[in-house]
């Protein structure tokens, strides 16, 4: 299947759940195992799990909408990506975002 329709798949299947991303330590680069910790000091939560993520990118620097599989599972009706359409609370993106180091074959999701 790939990793995109598998991730887009998971989400399917477990659509009615809650995800916590821990992202008071990041590891930017070629993580998880080979990345450089990075201080971010944040908690991203909630039951739209694309949402979840695309808020994670934006935070990391990373475009959503460059992302595959975050555009598939906009694309079937699974999640939102868009900005200005995602409900936020507690501090703003722009907050807290962190410039996160990407490996070379990652560099065009950055965001403009």
Same mark, same amino acid.
């Given at each position: 299947?790939?990793?995109?329709?598998? +991730?887009?798949?998971?989400?399917?299947?477990?659509?009615?759940?809650? &995800?916590?991303?821990?992202?008071? @330590?990041?590891? =930017? /680069?070629?993580?998880?195992?080979?990345?450089?910790?990075?201080?971010?000091?944040?908690?991203?939560?909630?039951?739209?799990?694309?949402?979840?993520?695309?808020?994670?990118?934006?935070?990391?620097? +990373?475009?959503?909408?460059?992302?595959?599989?975050?555009?598939?599972? &906009?694309?079937?009706?699974?999640? @939102?990506?868009? =900005? /200005?359409?995602?409900?936020?609370?507690?501090?703003?993106?722009?907050?807290?975002?962190?410039?996160?180091?990407?490996?070379?074959?990652?560099?065009?999701?950055?965001?403009?």
């Amino acid at each position: 299947m790939g990793i995109s329709e598998s +991730i887009v798949e998971l989400n399917r299947i477990f659509r009615h759940t809650f &995800a916590i991303v821990d992202g008071i @330590v990041g590891m =930017e /680069g070629n993580g998880p195992i080979q990345g450089t910790p990075k201080q971010v000091g944040v908690l991203v939560m909630g039951s739209d799990l694309p949402s979840v993520d695309a808020t994670c990118c934006r935070i990391m620097g +990373i475009d959503p909408a460059k992302v595959e599989y975050l555009t598939v599972a &906009a694309d079937r009706g699974l999640g @939102v990506i868009e =900005e /200005g359409h995602v409900e936020q609370r507690g501090e703003s993106i722009k907050s807290v975002a962190t410039k996160f180091e990407l490996i070379d074959s990652f560099k065009q999701l950055r965001l403009a």
